[in-house]
């Protein structure tokens, strides 16, 4: 990887502001036209979480009050799971690779020479996977309501918070792989060597709430684990822990200006 960067497309000579403002609407309509196609990264992204939420739900003891969750049950704790994973998938194993493949393949070089910034592009991609996770999180929350009976959000203001703030770290995750990664198989690597982690720490395979305080400290410290805890906390009718809130927030920052600083366009 070269040892420096830029964060602006190659010079041109700028367009009329109606002219850039056209590109941006024509490139955000056709990006979602090949969005769409693409049956692999739907189902990821929009079926694969609340798959696993119904997998999980039909398994009766997770069904049933558990006393050493505080009466609540696992069903109940796998609803937030279901949309931090949505917003992992996403962030870290769809986007990347698509930024990566367009980059590798010189699209974003060549649109420097049209009345389009190559930025458009990328904030049609944020704008589209960002849609994505939200369709996802909605459809996660809709099922386990309907089919296992979860309790909506009691701090449903909080809640919303929470998952956006999730949502903004899941993404700026995945524009730092792609910042940091020169070919698109790198960024499957790098993407695949993150996500597992990132996985436990959301509470995939032990919800946090089940984990040693000591593992729950640890956790806490990472975007999805201390959003896990947020979401928890909302959903149970309380407003969330400001220091779990603070987590997420404070890694999107920082994660995004890495991004911003080290992100090639060629």
């Known amino acids: ?27 955000l309509k056709t990006e979602a036209r090949l969005f769409l196609r693409e049956p692999g990264s739907l189902f990821w992204i929009l079926v694969f979480p609340t798959l696993l939420l119904t997998i999980l739900g039909l398994i009766p003891s997770f069904r049933e009050a558990n006393p050493s969750l505080g009466g609540q049950r696992t069903i109940d704790l796998y609803v937030p799971v279901a949309l931090l994973l949505a917003a992992i998938t996403t962030g870290i194993q769809v986007m990347p690779a698509v930024l990566t493949g367009y980059r590798e393949r ?3 070089r060549r649109m420097s020479t049209t009345p389009v910034r190559p930025a458009a592009l990328l904030g049609a991609q944020i704008a589209l996977h960002g849609t994505a996770i939200v369709a996802s999180m909605a459809l996660a929350l809709t099922v386990g309501r309907v089919a296992f009976g979860v309790a909506l959000p009691g701090q449903f203001a909080g809640y919303v918070l929470a998952a956006g703030l999730t949502l903004c770290s899941a993404l700026a995750l995945g ?26 720490t959301a509470g995939v395979w032990i919800p946090v709430q089940s984990m040693s ?7 806490q410290l990472l975007p999805f684990g201390a959003a896990s805890q ?16 603070a987590v997420p927030a404070v890694w999107t920052l920082v994660l995004g200006r890495i991004a911003r600083r080290r992100f090639r366009w060629e």
Not at 182 to 199: C, I, N, Y
């Open 175 to 200: 524009c730092l792989l792609c910042a940091l990664s020169p070919t698109t198989k790198a960024a499957s690597v790098a993407g695949t060597a993150v996500f597992f982690p990132m996985m436990f």
């Open 213 to 219: 305080d000591t593992l729950q400290q640890i956790v």
């Open 230 to 245: 947020a979401l928890a906390q909302a959903s149970s009718g309380q407003w969330p822990n400001w220091s779990h809130l």
């Open 106 to 108: 010189g699209i974003l």
């Open 1 to 27: 990887m070269p040892t420096t960067s830029t964060t602006s497309a190659p010079a041109h000579t700028p367009a009329p502001p109606k002219a850039r403002a056209a590109a941006s609407r024509a490139v």
